[in-house]
């Protein structure tokens, strides 16, 4: 067998006189990669009571009708009510990730000392990556039921509010996206039988985009802003809840081309009305495995729970702005 021999010139990038130059990196990696979303981090973690996780909503209140509450006070005579209440349940989904360490490559990179933080920024890039999947399917989980589950995702909360069937569709061209929004807000607050009060309006950033634009086009407005979380701050919309956050949210998805056919979706939320139900910790767990014979690290992230959206046919409104 022939032997083969490699050329240092391979390796550096020059040899001179005096100088031996060779390939060195900046000890940082340069990462600017999406990670968590703003929704699942103001929704409500509550744990869970089993599985499925269930809980009851009172629909109604003991209240008599006019008819049945004022009565002749010299011959009274009540009639008999009761609340009504209906149980509800929540199943709970399983979600996954994993990451292996091998042994040789860890050694080589420790020797090295160039990369030294390299392990544990993988291990929470791996945990990073799977809250970043759980806030995708907040929204969008293919699940279609609650009582009989037909996927291993999350029923999502965009499902659940359309389920809910309060959905209102406004074009672009019509110079009516804000008032639209006013007007539903408004009709959610005067609703007679729940004390509904929306918090926060969330839509893909050109949806959010659009609305400028008709603010200053239409009223020469520019909207003040709110913080919605630590230093985050957005526009806020007046409405007859108050002034309710544009909250841009990167996972919510629009279908065509802006300009020509698209549909931009927004949801008016009562965050306190959606839940994430958890098992064991909210956070996820990383659990690392026995030292298999190829000496490889493994490590498995898990994380238990799902989303309900409480009052989804009239505490939450879906908007479709058609472009």
Do not use: C
């Not at 990196?25 to 744990?47: A, C, L, S």
């Not at 309710?244 to 802006?258: C, K, V």
Request: hydrophobic share 40%.
């Amino acid at each position: 067998m022939r032997a083969q021999f490699l050329d240092l010139m391979a390796a550096a990038d020059y040899l001179g006189p005096g100088a031996i130059e060779i390939n060195r990196y900046q000890t940082e990696i340069f990462d600017i990669v999406r990670r968590r979303g703003v929704f699942g981090q103001r929704i409500k973690q509550v744990p869970a009571t089993g599985h499925p996780s269930r809980f009851f909503e009172e629909t109604a209140i003991a209240a008599p009708t006019a008819t049945q509450a004022f009565v002749d006070p010299r011959n009274i005579a009540p009639t008999v009510n009761a609340p009504t209440r209906v149980e509800l349940s929540v199943p709970l989904k399983a979600l996954v990730n994993q990451i292996n360490y091998n042994l040789f490559d860890l050694e080589v990179t420790a020797q090295q000392s160039q990369f030294a933080y390299l392990q544990a920024k993988d291990l929470a890039d791996a945990v990073d990556g799977l809250m970043r999947t759980h806030d995708v399917a907040l929204w969008n989980g293919n699940d279609t039921s609650l009582s009989a589950p037909t996927t291993s995702q999350y029923f999502g909360v965009i499902g659940q509010i359309e389920a809910g069937g309060n959905t209102v569709t406004v074009a672009k061209s019509s110079g009516n996206i804000v008032q639209t929004f006013r007007t539903t807000v408004a009709t959610m607050v005067s609703n007679a039988s729940y004390q509904v009060r929306p918090t926060a309006i969330y839509a893909n950033p050109m949806l959010l985009d659009l609305i400028d634009q008709e603010m200053k086009a239409e009223f020469n407005v520019v909207m003040d802003t709110v913080e919605v979380t630590g230093g985050f701050r957005v526009k806020a919309l007046s409405t007859q809840a108050g002034d309710l956050p544009l909250i841009p949210d990167w996972s919510l998805g629009y279908t065509g081309t802006i300009g020509s056919g698209a549909t931009l979706p927004a949801y008016i939320v009562t965050e306190d009305l959606i839940e994430y139900h958890w098992l064991t910790d909210p956070n996820p767990r990383v659990f690392k495995l026995g030292l298999p014979s190829a000496l490889t690290q493994q490590l498995v992230v898990v994380k238990f729970g799902a989303p309900v959206v409480k009052g989804a046919n009239f505490a939450h409104y879906e908007v479709k702005v058609t472009d």
